[in-house]
């Protein structure tokens, strides 16, 4: 059964950086295109990043500049640098793709957990 799993999340000041990952596992065929989203209280959920099976990358304009969205296909992983953080970036960040198993049955969309960025001195 494939599955995301995010990690790297944590409390930071503003200014700082995190890097989070995001880790395919079971049975995974194909990746296709990776998205990072998140979302704060009270707020819709919002895509951050984006990155397709061939690298085309793209970004929320509130991020441009500072996150950097990447992949690593040999190891299933996806990777979101973020640097110049600010309060406002504070949220649940989820990674989200669209992933061909090995097992019988076409791309299907899957939701990584969600982990949690705090941005605050």
């Known amino acids: 059964q494939v599955q995301l799993v995010e990690s790297g999340g944590g409390l930071v000041q503003p200014g700082g950086s995190l890097r989070l990952s995001c880790a395919a596992a079971g049975g995974i065929s194909t990746i296709y295109v990776m998205v990072w989203y998140r979302q704060a209280p009270g707020k819709q959920r919002e895509v951050v990043a984006s990155?397709?099976?061939?690298?085309?990358?793209g970004y929320a304009d509130s991020v441009k500049g500072r996150f950097t969205i990447s992949r690593d296909n040999a190891k299933n992983t996806g990777y979101l640098q973020m640097n110049s953080l600010k309060p406002e970036d504070t949220a649940v960040y989820y990674c989200n793709a669209v992933i061909s198993a090995t097992a019988a049955g076409g791309p299907k969309n899957y939701w990584g957990q969600g982990t949690q960025v705090t941005v605050s001195s």
């Open positions: 990155i397709s099976s061939s690298g085309t990358t």
